[in-house]
């Protein structure tokens, strides 16, 4: 495997485990709340400022996974949509990296 592949699968790991070291404790602590997460995400202006940076790059990058797919005809990309909207844009960037590196 090229080093820049191990390279985006370190990414992948780091990209899962940090943001879920904060989410699901958050989350229990919650009772598994995902409206009152929504409403925590936007309690000032510089955390609405970053939910809103992180909204139009997982938009950018799910048109990019799109296009690129249908243009090359390559579907397993398409796994990075979901992987960036049920986990993060962290988790979604890196993962389609490493696949579109092969």
Known sequence: MKPIRIFWLILCVAGVILPMRYFL????????????????????DASSGLVWDLTVAAITLTVWVIYESVKTRNWTGLIAIPATYFIGVSLGLPLYLFLRSR
Do not use: E, F, K, T
């Open 25 to 44: 404790p958050w989350l229990q602590a919650n009772d598994w709340n995902i409206g009152a997460m929504i409403d925590a995400w936007h309690v000032n």
